[in-house]
């Protein structure tokens, strides 16, 4: 399903001009800082450039648009983001494929979160003998 807001024509970027500045811009401490569970869904996602900050992400139950740059359409089409006004995991594999330096540091964390749990599960399943 293509929304009417897809529609819009992106012009490609000029040569030699600086790309610009993504309309979505947040405050993560505003926000209560990056929400990790999230970001993990998100790494499950595929998202697909369709245009300049237009993604198309795959991978969850639906098929959703994600829009960057365009301060006059709607960021994500999931119910997460507009009814929560939450960046929601669209956005954030959008954000991670736009290589936003918030989100990528973001992934260490996530990554550290999985080696404790590995670690956990690890150390429960094999204690230590006794010497």
């Known amino acids: 399903m293509m929304n009417a807001w897809m529609n819009v024509p992106v ?10 500045v993504p309309a979505l811009m947040f405050d993560l401490a505003a926000a209560g800082g990056l929400d990790l569970d999230r970001l993990e869904r998100a790494l499950e996602l595929a998202a697909e450039r369709v245009g300049q900050g237009r993604y198309r992400v795959k991978g969850g139950a639906h098929e959703h648009w994600v829009d960057l740059w365009s301060a006059a359409h ?4 999931c119910g997460d983001h ?3 006004e939450a960046l929601c995991k669209h956005i954030l594999a959008a954000l991670l494929r736009e290589g936003d330096p918030r989100v990528v540091a973001g992934v260490g964390q996530v990554m550290q979160r999985l080696r404790e749990r590995v670690a956990s599960v690890t150390a429960v399943r094999s204690p230590k003998r006794a010497a």
């Open 82 to 84: 507009l009814w929560r």
């Open 74 to 77: 709607p960021r994500c089409d």
């Open 11 to 20: 012009l490609p970027p000029v040569p030699g001009e600086t790309r610009a």
